[in-house]
């Protein structure tokens, strides 16, 4: 398998040559589209001036067309009938066609230059074959003569094209070298985040990854550590689920075979069989209740609980759960204060909500002391209905208020194991209010604890 490391540096060298074969194809557009022209025309002017000196002077024409050649030209004279002179550098095709020599010879002007064809990889401008040249009539010594000229490129730019040659060789190996340890510096935090998924899937959240980056990598490896500490927490909260349910069920359990054993092996009054088979059944009931209310979370958490919506009265389900509670009431004497418009509406799963009110006010109900009282107030807006149930009781300690609403949490046990709660009734009303889109808080000082409701209007 290819790293991406050795990716990256492919891709490299593929833009490299991508990015030079299309520079090198838009330059010879260029040429061919504006400069060729232009040279065309720069050199017809030099051939005729040649051919002026030329004409003015023929006894000096062999030492001035040497001269023109060293000074950077290919020079090509011809009388049609066998007589060829070259000055300067050889071409390196001699293709001219006859029909220019005669066009030359009889007065007119040879654009070899400007005709010269298009080519996508072959620039005209380094073309030093003889049809690449420009050409004009020279008369000396009463005969005609054709003059061909085009510059040497070799001998003009020989030395400055070796030198931006070098310089282009250079920057390319100089840019790869760069990039491979640019590419390393890039691939090295990815190459550690691949580490660390490996750690995390290995059951290892211990992790640190440098976070200080502040381009997209930094900000990648700063949600990868809040995704691990995430998982961290989700995985200490699901180890601790099990070992909590396995308390939970384990001590009812314990308590049933052991009262069972004792109906079973003894003779025992009847005073204590019936002791032993009341408790043997409330332990029952308990871990009856604890499967329903686990069941039911779970449901509740993936979703699979079906959510029927319909639109109530507030307050006759809040009526309704005080009337279910109201032999617990009257036997600590709390009064019940209910300030809930008639006119809230509420939609939403009526059975679901209806557990919502009564674990909140069981809760209130087994925690405050006798003669103490319990305010139910609702109040609504254009946006939310939020529902107040406060309490006078002698509140909650503050260390307990974050982990209230975690499954098995109590935060007085050997209270809440007596009365036969499984701690998960708080759990079981976020979860309905947050399917519900709602929200939950609480706060409690030593005056009494108040839980504050909150979901979307209609």
Known sequence: ?????????????????FSSML????????????????????????????????????NSLETYLQNAASLGYQIYLTDGQGVDRFFGHSFREQDLDVHARELVLNGGLYHGVAEFPNKPFISGFFDNSLSNTVGTSVHFNNHKYALFIRPDVILQFGELRIFFAIIVLLTIVISIILFLFSTRYLVRPIARLSDATKRIAQGSYNLK?????????????????????????????????????????????????GFAKVLAERDLPREERERYASIIEGESRHLSLLSKQLLLLSSLEQGQETIHNKTFSLQSQIRQAVQVLQWQLEEKELLIKISVPAAIMLRGDEVLLMQVWMNLLSNAVNHIPSGRTIEIRAAQTHSQCVIHIADTGNGIAVEHLPFLFDRFYRADHSRDRSSGRTGLGLAIVKKIVQLHEGSIEVTSSAEGTTFTIEFPQL
């Open 23 to 58: 520079s090198f194809l838009l330059a010879n557009t260029y040429y061919h589209v504006k400069l060729k022209p232009f040279n065309d025309k720069k050199l017809i002017v030099i051939a005729q001036q040649m051919k002026a000196y030329v004409e003015r002077d023929p």
């Open 209 to 257: 990854l440098p976070t200080n980056r502040r381009d997209e990598i930094g900000q990648l490896a700063e949600h990868f550590m809040t995704m691990s500490r995430e998982l961290e927490r989700v995985d200490q909260s699901r180890q601790q689920f099990v070992s909590n349910v396995s308390h939970e069920i384990q001590s009812p359990l314990t308590s049933i075979q």
């Open 1 to 17: 398998m290819r790293s991406l490391y050795f990716r990256v540096f492919l891709m490299t060298i593929a833009v490299i040559l």
